[in-house]
């Protein structure tokens, strides 16, 4: 029997599975909406616009709150209020278009979304084994492929017929019923060891710690600066987006799955490896373009690339005891937007001074991060797996 297919029967992998789903659809929604809405409703500058995306990120420094926040309640629960905030922050986004309300409502649901991204990856290293663990993440990433093509194919219908107030609503609701309805389930198990109450930080987790922030750093280049790009320099309508990121979905949907299984069998330093170096190409990429559809292009290829993230997530799983998984995700997430809170600010306004100059940034850390991942062992689980029978990664 393959890995996964015991997993799959159980009530976490349900849990996860529908929460991960009604994340997709609020975010995806926001995200293909917001840029948009930014321009012509608000009126965002582009100093503005990374203003509110560093806004968005600050949240994900607050991550280290789950940890105190599971001191008073279960995982799962503090999981469930974190896909409602998410829904909530997403239907209220579109009935406050100025720079003030974007601020208040774009924390509110990035609040949520950080959060659950914590203990969404906690959950899943908790539940699943070092085998079965990428397996399950790479599903996750294509239901959230699915959610996301999902809504972006009812943003794409319903955009000429309906306003903003209405299109952000639709993108928060299946959030804000799936949030409702998780927080009457019980998905845990008994037997699993007892996550570590309070902060953890770990020496021999440096690496783990140093590739999050170097990912969260990067991310917002073209997560801020790709799409501003195609809006505003080369006009791409919301069913311009829309699509752009229909592609972009559906092809994850079919790849996502695979991915784990590479992760498998060429392990993580080779998928790591294999993405910096595309992700150096792309930021290079993008700042001397000058054709609308090679700028497409290097968003889908980019968006794909995303995916193989997942490969930190198992890397520490592999180096880390099992009772630090929870607070360590907290820890992570916090991590890996230190970086991120500042980059939108600072890319913002050097994009006001030259458009390229941000992209060059995310080429820098691209290479920063292939560096960090040369240190990753070759045989990841043999020399970790020596070590801890030798007693030496405690």
Not at 204 to 219: H, P, Q, V
Not at 326 to 355: C, E, F, K, Q, R
């Amino acid at each position: 029997m393959q890995p996964h297919k015991n997993a799959e029967t159980r009530p976490m992998y349900v849990y996860l599975m529908l929460l991960t789903f009604a994340q997709a659809t609020a975010f995806l929604g926001w995200n293909i909406l917001y840029t948009n809405f930014a321009v012509e409703a608000a009126g965002l500058t582009g100093e503005q616009n990374g203003i509110v995306h560093s806004v968005r990120e600050v949240p994900g420094l607050l991550s280290v709150g789950v940890i105190l926040l599971l001191l008073i309640m279960r995982e799962v629960t503090l999981t469930s209020l974190a896909i409602l905030a998410c829904g909530i922050g997403v239907i209220a986004s579109g009935f406050f278009p100025d720079f003030t309300g974007l601020l208040c409502w774009t924390f509110i649901l990035s609040l949520g979304f950080h959060y659950f991204e914590a203990t969404n990856q906690s959950l899943t290293l908790q539940y699943f084994s070092i085998t079965e663990a990428p397996i399950i993440i790479g599903r996750l990433r294509a239901v959230t492929a699915a959610g996301s093509f999902f809504m972006g194919c009812l943003i794409l219908l319903l955009s000429g017929m309906l306003d903003y107030r209405w299109l952000f609503g639709i993108a928060g609701s299946a959030a804000v019923l799936i949030g409702m309805w998780a927080l009457f389930q019980h998905p845990e198990k008994e037997g699993l060891p007892t996550q570590r109450k309070g902060m953890v930080l770990r020496a021999r987790y440096w690496l783990f710690y140093l590739l999050t922030g170097l990912s969260g750093a990067r991310r917002q280049i073209v997560t801020v600066f790709s799409a501003f790009l195609l809006v505003q320099m080369f006009s791409f309508s919301i069913t311009d987006m829309s699509l752009l990121f229909l592609g972009s979905y559906l092809i994850n949907w079919m790849v996502n799955p695979y991915i784990g299984k590479a992760i498998n069998r060429f392990g993580e330093r080779f998928l790591l490896f294999s993405k910096y170096l595309c992700v150096i190409a792309i930021c290079i990429g993008y700042a001397f373009c000058s054709e609308s559809w090679f700028a497409a292009l290097l968003f889908i290829a980019d968006q794909i690339l995303f995916c193989f993230t997942i490969s930190i997530r198992t890397f520490f799983q592999k180096i880390a005891d099992k009772e630090d998984i929870a607070p360590s995700m907290a820890v992570g997430v916090t991590m890996n937007h230190i970086a991120a809170v500042m980059v939108p600010v600072v890319g913002g306004m050097l994009w006001m001074l030259d458009y390229r100059i941000p992209f060059f940034m995310g080429a820098g850390f691209g290479v920063l991060s292939l560096l960090a991942v040369s240190r990753i062992p070759e045989r990841l689980g043999e020399v970790f797996g020596e070590q801890r029978e030798k007693g030496l990664c405690h």
